[in-house]
């Protein structure tokens, strides 16, 4: 009791930061299994989209999942497991996949789960008129970017469904080794023949919305702040079903906003207000943090005459051995986001530690390694411009970074830009020196990271740094052409290795995760590493 | 008058597509890249961004963009978020509802306090309580509504918890028989003080002027006049005085009405409401130009029929102006 | 004689000003019979306004004080006369017009509906009844077309018309008496005659007892039946019109007279001004406020504050040197 | 009561400007603040032997402990220091705001009010259309496009700020022209030049003196509004605004990181506004020797 008196005490104070957005408590339910009401999912704004075909963000993604199975999934351990799917094979080296999918699943509208139906969610979501943001996880299918590009019509020889025999034969462009994990993407949801032409708006009425998941929608979402999207379990659903009777979302305008809602009792759970980890940590208990498959880190620019290319290496790993990723973690996300000693994250299959340059800082290997560079005929350079996008805290990193940089003589400077697409657009081109940079993995598999980050074929994409290694292009290209799982993670290992501390092309500094506050009534709060709360595995006393 | 209404009214349209042309031009034709907020962390291919960009039109040139914009608003069509599809309608629609109530009653709250305000300092003039006031009045508009309204929050919310004044907290749920089924308990609770921060600081000001504005008029002959015809104070002050001082105040409540906009945006940020003030400065943050303009058109034609109302009622107020010639400046 | 409509006894009225105090009257003393129009001359500062407005209690308290006398309205004292009855009084039974038309009008509102709000104060009566009683009022001080004018707002009047419709207002309510503080100096002199033949004429005509203030005693010859001067804060001589033109008994009035241009006769000298200026009050002179610009000045003058005596009947004045019969003859 | 009080001896007008200026105790409280605020402005970061963005491992102490007269903010930077640099920054920018206000005030007000006609009419209907555009509004759209540099955000304020010092030296540049001895000094044949320099220019100046002040405390008000709205200078910028955004989520807690930025903020605006109050009374010709 006394947790529950703390908490109570705090309602008030909190409340105060911020109104609390409207709505009342939902008094005890007559079902036998509990409600829910989440105030931590859609907690900064109201959601992108929660149509699996549109959704871009994490948030709206979570809400997809729930409404749809897709073939394959990873479950809170990280382990891939078939959903729809029962098995998948590949005969000729990962260049055709065929699905088996399980029988009797239906949408909750009662209609069948059918390998035809697949082919209706991609042929919807991949068409160039839904202009998906997501829909380019679909070009590893062959002939599926010139169907969303509208230069070729819909590839029947690459997704070929057999209803009778319940499977699915997708034809991939280049050997994809991890296509099972690729197509868990809520992109590649089965959706029923009642929405095969339902277009990008069809969440401003929401019913339409009909999946195969655990849950379904019970009203129209009003996808606004103040508003809430409620989901109650699929009664048709063919798995495990949740173990809650109703989920209400609510929709907060900002994350102070949803704390106070949870704050005040509201909620069943809500998420921590920035640099108020601690505080609130010591008030709520630790069950809600978890670590997620995402790293942040600092690239430094490739083709930058101070910072860039094998010349300047000393440079770099004087730098990263500067870094105290220790002092960001405490300082900044107060534990939640932990030092991280590579590029990918813990958790992620094949995920090794160590394979930065260093997690801890090394002063002394730093001043002689700048000391090194500065011996190869260098002079004391211009601040090095700490890039980043503005508004989103990491003024506050870059501040420790160049505190850090000064303790061995580095001099550096802040190098904010102001909208995000901005920053990235200019950061694209080269115009960066250090680049702060971050990924989240859409896929659980090292090919996620390393390939758009790091290989040359990513430069003018995601591959910020423009960092480019014959060495390390080949390691990855081996790795995605094979079937063998240990030589793929043995060649992933040894690009990572090359690129962060052979060349030092970037230095990681944490590792993302999430911390939400929970009530107590809740004893179980899966999240999987992707970030997903399984909300049908949520257990409430 | 109805000639010269007809006149204002053209203007007042005129003002507000010259204003909202030139809110398209800043956010359509300067940066070119409004599709930049959709390529976020993870950089899109070029095909997905030319399917974007299809979908919004954007791939026409911009007088064409113009053209259609104003084609869609004739049709009450105020266009799609880039952030999410959304209609702006229904954007608009859900931040007009918080915003209006919020600036209705600041509005009112407004206007009550400076006409108590500024009548009662300009009556007892000289008084401990015209001292007070023109303390608060001055003081006051030193203040930014940022920082009024994290002092409210600190001294309405955290204070009175930390020190167990539940007297005080404004916070705190309030008994059902006060809003005696007029306004839903929520809305009284969760816009009393946002509404206070809204109309205190143009309240100071306005109290002000119409202080001002009545001490001048009080010592006008006409005010002697209507002593010396046996009137009543009261009738004096409120239906001689009165009206005479308001001829600059209406001006300046104008202008304030206008201003309110501002105050809404700041008010709206520091309480967490989500209003159209708080939605334009998110989406304007993020570069989601049909969800900024469309909120923008709104509030450029209030801003368009408060001058016009504020034209007219001079009329009303003041006969001297002549409403047929131009001279209304 | 019947009870005086009104009688002064007295009378300070003293200003506490961040200059200190100033003295604006130092026992002033008038009688005002009914139906007889008097004139109360004298310069700016001599303090006849702030007697006018004091009558109708319209100086404002504070700064003003009054330290002593009464004015008595039919034998009530209308200094302590609380508010509810004064405001019956004002208006009602005392109006007063004042100096500057133009701005004297409330420009909101038209001319009918002031009018008619002083008549709807006093009586009750009907608005429509108030708006034919304002028409009539209008077309007795000679508006043209009061019916349709009535409508219109001060702005739209001429200065004379402004000044007809604020006679026809201070009349609307049968007053015993009407106060008109400078009603015409603010007009062009074409207009000051009309204006004052109106006054005259509407007074005679609804027996109006008239207390007429001026700077200007051209005015006063016209239309009054006694006079008062005054100067300084005090009434320094009172007489019937005639006598006064005839004989002034008092140096200022004297100096005054010799001041008028003079149409019938043709002179080469150069008008005559009184030398120095008004005294300052809040440093009043200790003996008579005139002692200073006087040419008759003898040392009493400067030490002693002269009485006001009753040189002859209904002839009052205040100098030390009126009981002096040659000085009386230089005067004349 | 005009007529019994006394007629002070002549002074010239600006003596008269500067005795009845001297003369209100609430301006000299403002000056006096003022002059103050500036003062620690200029010596706070020489004295209080911090830098404004240095980090320190004191995170959020309070006030007067461990060397930070003011204390810390979350990352341990001296709020004594970060408060000095965001009083020369507020006003810095509104100086340079107000003084570029003014100039195009000026210029368009003087064209549109001497000239009148059509330069009126097209300056006129764009003060009318600029009106109605919410400041916040303009602000949101020039810094979201160009960026938040300091250039940026000072043309932002200068784009919210500079109708209303225009409009207001075009009346009063069109009631001066209108005076009597502008038009004799017309009637004698004088140069538009040498009416403007000589009768209208120092005539309209005392109403610009007041915007001056009021103009430059809206500026230190707008540029904190941007700041707290993430429009205007960001962190680690040391601008009051940006200072007291960053405060919110300490409110609870550590209040005093929310009120001492804030009352500086309204401190230093209070003053100008005090002063500009003074000003005004005292330039005013017609509470001229009006005590």
Redesign the interface.
Known sequence: MKVLSLGKRSV????????A??GTIVSAHAATAPTYIDCQLFSA?????IDPA?TSTLVGANLATMLFDGLTDTDASGNLYGEVASKWVTKDGAKTWAFTLKKNLKFSNGEAVLPSSFVTGWKRAFA??????V??HS?FIAGM?EY???KGGWPSASVVADDSAMTLTIKMVNPTADWPSIVGHSVFSPIPTTMASAS??V??DGTKLVGNGPFMLEKAIT?????EVVIVPNPNYGGKAPLLSRVTFKI???V??AY?AFASGQCDNGPI????YT?LLTKWGTKGVKTTLGTDYWGFNWEDPTVGGTQNKYLRSAISKAIDRTQIST?IYQGVRKPASGLLPPGLPGYKAGQGLTSSRDLNGAISDYKRWLALGNKTPAPIRLSYN??AGW??VA??I??NLKDVGIPAK?D???????Y??KM?SGKGQMIR????ADYPIADNFLF?LLHTKSI???NLERYSSVTFDALVDSARSTTNKSFAQSQYRRAEVQALRKDVALTQTVNRGIATVLAASTTSFPITPLGMIAFDQIVKN | MFTYTIKRLLQSLIVVWAAVTLMFALFFIIPGDPISLKSGEKSLPPGILANITAKYGLDQPTYVQYFRFWGHLFKGDLGYSYKNDKSVNTILHDGLSTSARLLFWGALLQLIIALTVGLTSAIKRGSLGDRIGTIFTVGIQGIPVFVSGLLAQYLFGVLPFQMHWDWLNFFKPWPQSWTAGVIPTDSWKGIILPALVVAVVDAAFIARMLRSSLLEVLRADYIRTAFAKGLSARRVWFHHALRNAMIPVVTVYGTSLIAIFGVAVQTEKVFSLPGMGSTIADSALSQDAPVVLGLAIVVIAFGAVVNLVVDLSYALIDPRIKIDSKAVH | MSQPLLHIDDLYVHFNTSDGVVQAINGASLTLNPGEIVGLVGESGSGKSVTAMSILGLVPKPPAIYPKGRILWKGIDLLTTPDRELREIRGGEISMIFQDPMTSLNPVYTIGHQISEMIRVHSRISAKTAKLRSIEMLDLVGMPNPAQRIDDYPHQFSGGMRQRAMIAMALSCSPELLIADEPTTALDVTIQAQILEILEKSARELNVSVLLITHDLGVVAGICDRVAVMYGGRIVEEAPVDDLFERPLMPYTWGLMRSIPQMDKVSTKRLYTIPGSPPVMSRPPKGCAFAPRCEFVIDRCHTEVPQLIEYAPHRMVRCHRVSEPDFIAVLA | MSEFEQIPQSLSYWQDVRARFFANKISILGLVMLVLLIFIGIIGPFISGWKYDELGPDILSAPFQKGHWFGTDDLGRDLFTRVTYGIRLSLTVAIIVTIISVFVGVTLGGLAGYFGGWIDTLISRFIDTWQVIPFVLIGFAIITVFGSSFWVIVAALVFTGWYSTTRLFRASVMQVKSLEYVEAARATGATTKRIILRHIGPNAIPPIIVVLAFSVAGAILSESVYAFLGVGFREPTPSLGVMISGSRNFLTEKPFVFFIPGSVLVLLTLSIVLIGDGLRDALDPKLRGVK
């Not at chain 1, 160039?128 to 943001?133: G, I, L, N, P, T």
């Not at chain 1, 996808?223 to 508003?227: S, V």
């Not at chain 1, 830009?417 to 901005?422: S, V, W």
């Not at chain 1, 940079?437 to 989240?440: C, K, R, S």
């Open positions: 008030a104070v909190l409340a105060a930061v911020g109104l957005v409207g704004g109201e959601p992108d989209f549109l160039a008129s839904m202009a998906s943001e829909a380019y070009y970017e969303n590009t509208g990008s708006k969440e401003e996808k606004r702040a103040g508003g907060s305008s900002d102070n906003a106070n207000p920035a640099g108020r505080e300082v503005d508004g003024d506050k501040s420790i160049i505190a802040l904010p830009y102001p909208a995000d697409g901005t990235f657009s694209r940079a971050g990924w989240f758009p003018d994409g995601d």
